[in-house]
Structure formats: C-alpha cells, structure tokens
Nanobody, 122 residues
Framework: QLVESGGGLVQAGGSLRLSCAAS????????MGWFRQAPGKEREFVAT????????YYADSVKGRFTISRDNAKNMAYLQMNSLKPEDTATYYC?????????????????WGQGTQVTVSS
C-alpha cells in the first residue's frame, strides 16, 4: 500500500515536498516512481528511482527543479519540488514496481497511491 502526502497550494516559484509511505517489508526491492495527472490530460511520468537510490531519471519538464529520493529504512519515498510553475498543477501519484530497471511508463508500475493534489498559483 502506498500513501502520498504533502500536497497543497503554493505560489509560483515556491517549493513543496511530497512523501510516499509504503507498507511491507520488501520496500527496498521496489523501483519507485512519481507520476502526475492534470485535469483533462493523461497521466505523465515525473521521476523514478532505483532500489538503492543510486539511479534516478526525470522528465525533461522537471529536470533541475525536482528531486526524487528514498529512505529504505523508513519505507519512504520523496519528491522535492522547487521553482514550481503553474503548469506543475496536478494530482501527483506515487507508484512502485518490483523490478530492477527504472521505468517511465505508468503501465509498468503495479502499485499506486491515491494521489495528492498540488496547485501552483501564478
């Protein structure tokens, strides 16, 4: 089970830190990802991180502004979002896949959280 938190309303240029709490004792064997979906748009990839946290990959739209991380001892994944823009407004989802390779396709993730809303005002 994945539970996101940390969403909210922020002005453009501001920051938010999303958290994803995972249940289970095998968290460290899952690749974690963050996706987002804006109203009327398809769900899109944001960032992904390997088991150890040693490898990460970002969508071009967030590269340099967002940072994905994880703490396997706490069964937590995070998305630090800086320099937020109005176009970052969306529901953000945490996802997990039990595999070795990073993935940017939502269909490759088997487990999903309920989402947390991020709204960036201009």
């Amino acid at each position: 089970q994945l539970v996101e938190s940390g969403g909210g309303l922020v002005q453009a240029g501001g920051s938010l830190r999303l958290s994803c709490a995972a249940s289970g004792r095998t968290f460290s064997t899952y690749v974690m990802g963050w996706f987002r979906q804006a109203p009327g748009k398809e769900r899109e990839f944001v960032a992904t991180i390997s088991w150890s946290g040693g490898s990460t990959y970002y969508a071009d739209s967030v590269k340099g502004r967002f940072t994905i991380s994880r703490d396997n001892a706490k069964n937590m994944a995070y998305l630090q979002m800086n320099s937020l823009k109005p176009e970052d407004t969306a529901t953000y989802y945490c996802a997990a896949r039990r595999a070795e390779r990073l993935a940017t396709t939502s269909g490759l993730y088997a487990y999903w959280g309920q989402g947390t809303q991020v709204t960036v005002s201009s």
